[in-house]
């Protein structure tokens, strides 16, 4: 299992720096995952998508969720997880229950959190596209801790990278996907991201 006791703390400040460099974030705790690529050609990352992530489900600050981007996973140790085994994936970012924020594979890079996906006109949404995870469950809520991170972030990659498009996992594979669920905040979120209206998930009300 990997080893998460160093967490991220939000005390902790990082030496002064640009807040970015080759597309890893200042203030997130680097953990690198082997599950990435390069983006197409000419890819225009306008697009954030989040996600919600628990491992097991309903299972909350066990390290499972980073085990599984690093490919350090233990198959056995949960019935659960014997249904994925196998499985090589990564988001971008991760924030944890508490509001710690993990970054797994850099910016500029291709991560592996989309799937079969559609999106404004577009297929396969890894190619220029930012992916977020949420420690929770599908459908549940988030702590106000994991808003404040989000909300951070979030506005640090639009500064960065040509931004016009949020949406959910939901938004992007419907019928397939069904995360972050109805206990996300979209209007808080929305309202903080600056984006108008044709930049949200459509229904979306702030």
Known sequence: ???????????????????????????????????FGPRPAGACIDLVVIHSISLPPGEFGNGCVQALFTNQLDWNAHPYFKSIEG??????????RAGGLYQFVSADDRAWHA????????ENCNDDSIGIELEGLEGGAF???????????N??????????HLAGHEHIAPGRK????????WAR??????????????????
């Open 143 to 153: 702590t106000p801790a994991q808003y404040e991170t989000l909300i951070a972030l």
């Open 189 to 206: 979120v929305g309202r903080a991201s600056g984006l108008p209206d044709s930049g949200l998930p459509l229904g979306v009300a702030r």
């Open 87 to 96: 499985l090589q994936v990564s988001a971008h970012f991760f924030i944890d």
């Open 1 to 35: 299992m990997l080893n998460t006791d160093a967490k991220p703390k939000a005390s902790e400040v990082p030496p002064a720096g640009p807040l970015w460099l080759a597309g890893w974030y200042r203030f997130a705790h680097r953990v690198d995952s082997p599950n």
């Open 115 to 122: 799937g079969a996906s559609q999106y404004r006109g577009r």
């Open 155 to 164: 506005a640090a990659i639009t500064a960065q990278y040509p931004v016009a």
């Open 178 to 185: 069904a995360d972050p669920g109805a206990g996300f905040d």
